[in-house]
């Protein structure tokens, strides 16, 4: 899966002239957390959080009225308080290398470039979706977790077990984890009772670490 299959467009943006209140206001209006900061020429050169922005605002213990809150303000514009060293990535990034940048860099989200054109964002959201995609969890099922030992064919012989019940395989995934010797499959099943599907795994599996009804 690409970053480009998942990202978010159209894409909003804010400018470098922006004043800060009024790229926060439009920040909460748009119900996003960050935005590219993109020049009157259309190219990238900045990004501005929330967190950027409300950090330029005043706290509660100032002494200044509102008048003058605003005014100030009104002087610090988006330029001043964004980060001019961005983190990109392009429509062929792979998913999970756009998720491992986030994680490092700790950020909530990359513009998405093609050439010196920003065309997306991708988001933690947008991550978020995707696992909840692969791990079936807006359908309802049998979610089982087994601890299987890690050796070739064993992933085979365990969904064969479920298709020859008549089990209906909604979403499998798989977890190396540290030991070399055991792995965990994690799986949302349905189409087949609970006793059968027991039944079924139990000679392909060293244990059972969850099993349990999902009904949506």
Same mark, same amino acid.
């Given at each position: /899966?690409?970053?480009?299959? !998942?990202?978010?467009?159209?894409?909003?943006?804010?400018?470098?002239?922006?004043?800060?209140?009024?790229?926060?206001? &439009? /920040? !909460?209006?748009?119900?996003?957390?960050?935005?590219? $900061?993109?020049? *009157?020429?259309?190219?990238?050169?900045?990004? $501005?959080?929330?967190?950027?922005?409300?950090?330029?605002?005043?706290?509660?213990?100032?002494?200044?009225? $509102?008048?003058?809150?605003?005014?100030?303000?009104?002087?610090?514009?988006?330029? !001043?308080?964004?980060?001019?060293? #961005? =983190?990109?990535?392009?429509?062929?990034?792979?998913?999970?290398?756009?998720?491992?940048? /986030?994680?490092?860099?700790?950020?909530?989200?990359?513009?998405?470039?093609?050439?010196?054109? $920003?065309?997306?964002?991708?988001? &933690?959201?947008?991550?978020?979706? =995707?696992?909840?995609? /692969?791990?079936?969890?807006?359908?309802?099922?049998?979610?089982?977790? #087994?601890?299987?030992?890690?050796?070739?064919?064993?992933?085979? !012989?365990?969904? *064969?077990?479920?298709?020859?019940?008549?089990?209906?395989?909604?979403?499998?995934?798989?977890?190396?984890?540290?030991?070399?010797?055991?792995?965990?499959?994690?799986?949302?099943?349905? &189409?087949?009772?609970?006793?059968?599907?027991?039944?079924?795994?139990?000679?392909? #599996?060293?244990?059972?670490?969850?099993?349990?009804?999902?009904?949506?």
């Amino acid at each position: /899966m690409l970053v480009g299959e !998942r990202m978010t467009r159209p894409v909003l943006f804010v400018a470098p002239e922006t004043p800060v209140q009024d790229a926060l206001a &439009q /920040m !909460r209006k748009e119900r996003v957390s960050r935005y590219p $900061v993109l020049n *009157k020429k259309g190219k990238l050169v900045g990004i $501005v959080s929330e967190d950027d922005l409300l950090n330029a605002s005043p706290s509660d213990a100032t002494s200044l009225s $509102v008048w003058e809150i605003n005014y100030l303000l009104s002087k610090i514009t988006v330029e !001043r308080v964004m980060s001019k060293e #961005v =983190v990109t990535v392009t429509e062929d990034t792979p998913l999970e290398e756009a998720a491992r940048l /986030m994680a490092d860099n700790r950020i909530g989200g990359v513009p998405v470039l093609r050439g010196e054109e $920003v065309v997306g964002m991708i988001t &933690q959201t947008d991550i978020f979706r =995707v696992f909840l995609e /692969m791990l079936g969890g807006r359908q309802s099922g049998w979610r089982v977790i #087994v601890y299987v030992k890690n050796e070739k064919g064993i992933l085979h !012989r365990l969904t *064969k077990a479920i298709d020859d019940i008549g089990g209906n395989i909604i979403a499998l995934t798989t977890y190396a984890g540290q030991d070399i010797v055991d792995g965990e499959i994690t799986m949302k099943v349905d &189409q087949v009772d609970e006793a059968t599907l027991r039944k079924a795994l139990e000679p392909f #599996v060293n244990e059972i670490r969850d099993f349990r009804e999902v009904k949506i």
